[in-house]
């Protein structure tokens, strides 16, 4: 425990380090008491945009584990939050290929999403002029 004491904080992915498919390491639980005990501060990160953040936190909840929102970073949290610092309020339009997770932080932070069929559809009544940026993630959907 001394050499618990001594961190700074840790950094922690979820996907097949806390669990694998929807079973949890053994001793998940424990591990986030100790962590709590010691008031060893913690964020949990993925690279996996295919869930939101709530989605997360919702399945550590059906595993026992109390975590909050900021105690949360998704892949894609942290692409729309570089998006959201560098291109400019009217290049805002994306086309996400992509699940909830990738769009959800996106339109929280303020893009507008298109989909591939508003595009330049003039004899539909659809003048709409496309994405100005694409964001691509897992799409289980896609065919």
Do not use: C
């Not at 669990?19 to 060893?40: C, K, S, Y």
């Not at 964020?43 to 105690?71: F, H, P, W």
């Not at 570089?82 to 309020?89: F, N, Q, V």
Request: charged fraction near 20%; proline fraction near 3%; aromatic fraction near 6%.
């Amino acid at each position: 425990m001394q050499k618990l004491d001594k961190l700074g904080g840790l950094i922690i992915d979820m996907d097949g380090v806390l669990w694998h498919g929807n079973n949890p390491i053994a001793g998940l639980g424990d591990f986030f008491v100790t962590l709590r005990e010691l008031a060893i501060p913690f964020i949990l990160a993925t690279n996996n945009a295919s869930l939101t953040q709530q989605q997360y936190i919702d399945k550590l909840a059906a595993m026992g584990v109390a975590v909050s929102a900021d105690e949360i970073l998704t892949s894609s949290m942290a692409t729309a939050t570089y998006l959201a610092e560098y291109i400019p309020h009217d290049k805002r339009r994306v086309f996400v290929i992509g699940e909830e997770g990738l769009r959800q932080p996106l339109i929280d932070h303020g893009f507008t999403l298109t989909e591939l069929y508003q595009v330049n559809q003039a004899d539909k009544g659809i003048n709409d002029q496309g994405a100005d940026l694409v964001v691509s993630g897992l799409d289980r959907q896609l065919t």
